[in-house]
Every structure is written in C-alpha cells, then in structure tokens.
C-alpha cells in the first residue's frame, strides 16, 4: 500500500509542482484492458462537467500510477446521443482494482474525495455507460487517438464467428489498413450491451472516413469482414488535446 507522503508527492506531480515526461502514444500493450464511459450531459451543463473534469479529476488522475493512459473525446458524428467518452487503460482489470485503491489515496491525501466528485460528474449528466474492453495488440498499428479524428466502430460478430473474426483481421485488414496509413486498434469487450468487439481507427478528415469504407467495401478482404458481422455501428470523434495522460 501506498504511504501518505508518496501520494503527496504525486499529487504535487499531478498539479505542476515538479517535473513530469513528455506524452506517449496511447498504443495498447499486452494485457491492457481498457475502460470506455460514454455520457450524455444535461442540457448546458457540458462546459460545467468538462471543467470538472479539467480541474479536479485530472490532477488525481495524472497521479495514478496505475493507469497506463487517458483520453477525453468528444462528439463529431454519432448516431447515438453522446458528449463525452473517456478512455483509459489498465494493465488488466487487477490495473483497475489497484488504480481504484490508490485514487481513493490520492483524493484522501489532497483533501478531496473520488466518491464525492464522480457524483457531482454524474449530477451533470443525464446518463453514462461503462464498458470494458481487452486490447489486442497484434490486431492494429499505430495511435488512432493521435490523428485529428478518431472513429470508434463497434462489431457484433455473427454466432461463433468470433475467431474466423479476428483470423481476417490479423491475416488481411491491419495489413491493408497499413497500405492505407490507417492508424488501427482492435479490442475484445469484456463488458459491454451486446457488442463483441471494438475497432478505433484514425482519420485526419471527414472525406478520409468515407473513402476508408468505400474501398473497405471494395476490396475482398472487407468484404470477407462484412460476411462475419451481424451488426456494426460507428461514431466520429475528436480528441481533446488538453486532457490527454499518459
């Protein structure tokens, strides 16, 4: 278990007071699992909830040793209501646990409490979701979150198709989007409302996403995709720059 003055001196990290490393990419590692909260805010209260966010969770945040990484998107295009979705990233869900631990270490030691402001987060918003998803390293390139635009896509495979699923991914479309310059990630949901697998790809345009799909949908190996999906949905995102971690 952490001692206080510790967490004291990352909390004084977290805050400025000392020096810190340059960001690294968020590209996954063997094991990581990450969590994804998606909210919806209530009527004018985004600003409110972001500011939250930026003045009192990503200090504690920044602190957590056992987070490897965080990310803040926000909404670009999406046929679902969403404002904000928060990615971070764990070594396993025992990451999580031990992150769990500590921030509550943390807020104790700065005099705040993660309890307290993850319910005032919540009375800004008019919903959220949690879903948990194991990364899996060898089924992309590159850092999706690092292009100016970042595409989530969300598969529900067809019955027992998961493996044949992963098979075309590791055998033909990582290696195209590659050919591509598409920065690509690919996670296996651990928990989620009925999707088995998550994709995050990078786009530096609209125009990029469209023409993706175009030739996605011309090509043989994305039809051969297409052929082991039962259900697909996507959402357009943007990053924000300021709350990255890690």
Same mark, same amino acid.
């Given at each position: 278990?952490?001692?206080? +003055?510790?967490?004291?001196?990352?909390? +004084?990290?977290?805050?400025?007071?000392?020096?810190?490393?340059?960001?690294?990419?968020?590209?996954?590692?063997?094991?990581?699992?990450?969590?994804?909260?998606?909210?919806?805010?209530?009527?004018?209260?985004?600003?409110?909830?972001?500011?939250?966010?930026?003045?009192?969770?990503?200090?504690?945040?920044?602190?957590?040793?056992?987070?490897?990484?965080?990310?803040?998107?926000?909404?670009?295009?999406?046929?679902?209501?969403?404002?904000?979705? #928060?990615?971070?990233?764990?070594?396993?869900?025992?990451?999580?646990?031990?992150?769990?631990?500590?921030?509550?270490?943390?807020?104790?030691?700065?005099?705040?409490? #993660?309890?307290?402001?993850?319910?005032?987060?919540? +009375?800004?918003? $008019?919903?959220?979701?949690?879903?948990?998803?194991?990364?899996?390293?060898?089924?992309?390139?590159?850092?999706?979150?690092?292009?100016?635009?970042? *595409?989530?896509?969300?598969?529900?495979?067809?019955?027992?198709?998961? *493996?044949?699923?992963?098979?075309?991914?590791?055998?033909?479309?990582?290696?195209?989007?590659?050919?591509?310059?598409?920065? $690509?990630?690919?996670?296996?949901?651990?928990?989620?409302?009925?999707?088995?697998?998550?994709?995050?790809?990078?786009?530096?345009?609209?125009?990029?996403?469209?023409?993706?799909?175009?030739?996605?949908?011309?090509?043989?190996?994305?039809?051969?995709?297409?052929?082991?999906?039962? +259900?697909?949905?996507?959402?357009?995102?943007?990053?924000?720059?300021?709350?990255?971690?890690?």
């Amino acid at each position: 278990m952490r001692v206080v +003055a510790r967490v004291v001196a990352a909390v +004084a990290v977290a805050l400025g007071l000392a020096g810190g490393g340059p960001l690294d990419a968020q590209v996954p590692v063997p094991g990581e699992v990450r969590q994804l909260v998606t909210f919806t805010f209530l009527p004018g209260r985004s600003a409110d909830a972001l500011e939250l966010y930026r003045s009192e969770a990503l200090p504690l945040y920044r602190a957590d040793e056992a987070m490897l990484s965080f990310r803040a998107f926000r909404e670009v295009e999406s046929p679902v209501p969403l404002d904000l979705v #928060i990615v971070r990233g764990f070594q396993g869900m025992v990451g999580m646990d031990a992150s769990n631990e500590g921030l509550r270490e943390i807020a104790a030691a700065a005099g705040s409490s #993660i309890g307290g402001l993850y319910g005032r987060i919540s +009375a800004l918003s $008019s919903g959220h979701t949690d879903q948990f998803v194991e990364m899996l390293p060898d089924l992309g390139a590159g850092d999706p979150a690092a292009s100016r635009l970042t *595409a989530f896509i969300w598969y529900r495979t067809a019955p027992g198709a998961g *493996a044949d699923f992963e098979r075309r991914l590791r055998r033909g479309v990582v290696s195209l989007e590659q050919t591509w310059g598409v920065p $690509s990630s690919t996670g296996r949901f651990l928990v989620s409302d009925g999707w088995d697998y998550l994709r995050i790809l990078g786009f530096e345009s609209l125009g990029a996403f469209q023409d993706y799909w175009t030739r996605m949908a011309a090509s043989q190996v994305g039809r051969g995709l297409d052929e082991l999906t039962a +259900a697909r949905r996507e959402a357009v995102l943007a990053d924000l720059p300021d709350f990255r971690i890690r």
